[in-house]
């Protein structure tokens, strides 16, 4: 590895580690009511779930809002970034998933603008309170990776890993799963990760969109469950 690659890699390991402070450990992405209705109820499922999601669903989306986001800022395109913005605002079907995404990204932007800072967040802090648009978690993971010169594959896939890493482990709490199926379970996702990701980096707005109906039901019906050990 280069200097350059090397510091890319520990900026990526530190974003995107589950210590950091943006509280992703609280969300399901209504994992907890697709359990609680019998739709998750093995290793085998939960692999097919996550799937799913990147193929057709939320995953696939925030990747190719994160790969137009990074673009935007790597380029310095402040119409297109703002268009970013607005569609990722828009494109969460519950208010839950609307929360999940809001929460993160306002979490992640305010750790990194003061452990990492660079003129470019403090111009998307002031955009997104000037717009009044929420600050989605992958258009602010990837603006921070694009201001910082992360290579866009190495963000994009870390990105989504730590998408399927999150659910995995919230659902090894929840089915249960044991430790090692939770890992078994993210190296069977290791190929679907990487080409959404890849799908991803030729993406135009216009290939946004999703058919994930079933996830998005049980995100809904979260928020009136009775029982609850998540945010969504």
């Known amino acids: ?7 890319a890699f520990y900026r990526l390991m530190s974003w995107l580690s589950p210590s950091f402070p943006v ?3 609280t969300y399901s992405h209504g994992i907890e009511y697709a359990v609680e209705a019998g739709l998750l109820r093995d290793r ?10 990147l193929e057709f669903g939320s995953g696939r989306n925030d990747a190719i809002l994160f790969k137009l986001a ?6 310095d395109e402040a119409a297109a970034l703002d268009e970013v913005l607005d569609w990722a605002a828009a494109l969460r ?3 839950e998933l609307a929360l ?5 990204g306002e979490a992640f932007l305010r750790a990194v603008r ?6 470019a967040l403090e111009a998307l802090a002031a955009r997104i309170v000037e717009r009044a ?4 978690y992958p258009v602010v993971v990837a603006v921070t990776a694009a201001c910082h010169a992360v290579p866009l594959n190495a963000a994009l896939s870390a990105f989504l890993h730590g998408f399927v890493a999150n659910l995995i482990s919230a659902a090894v709490r929840l089915v249960p799963l044991g430790q090692t199926d939770g890992q078994i379970a993210l190296a069977a996702l290791a190929r679907p990760v990487a080409e959404t990701a890849c799908a991803a980096s030729s993406a135009t707005l216009a290939d946004l969109g999703g058919a994930a109906a079933i996830a998005e039901f049980c995100s809904a019906a979260h928020e009136t469950q009775y029982t609850r050990l998540f945010r969504s």
């Open 70 to 75: 990074w673009s935007a800022a790597a380029h």
């Open 100 to 104: 999940e995404s809001a929460a993160q």
């Open 114 to 119: 003061a452990a990492w800072p660079h003129p």
């Open 1 to 7: 590895m280069t200097a350059a690659s090397d510091a």
């Open 93 to 95: 079907p519950t208010s």
């Open 44 to 53: 085998a499922a939960l692999v097919g779930w996550l799937c799913d999601l």
């Open 133 to 136: 648009v929420s600050p989605a």
């Open 23 to 25: 509280g992703a450990f």
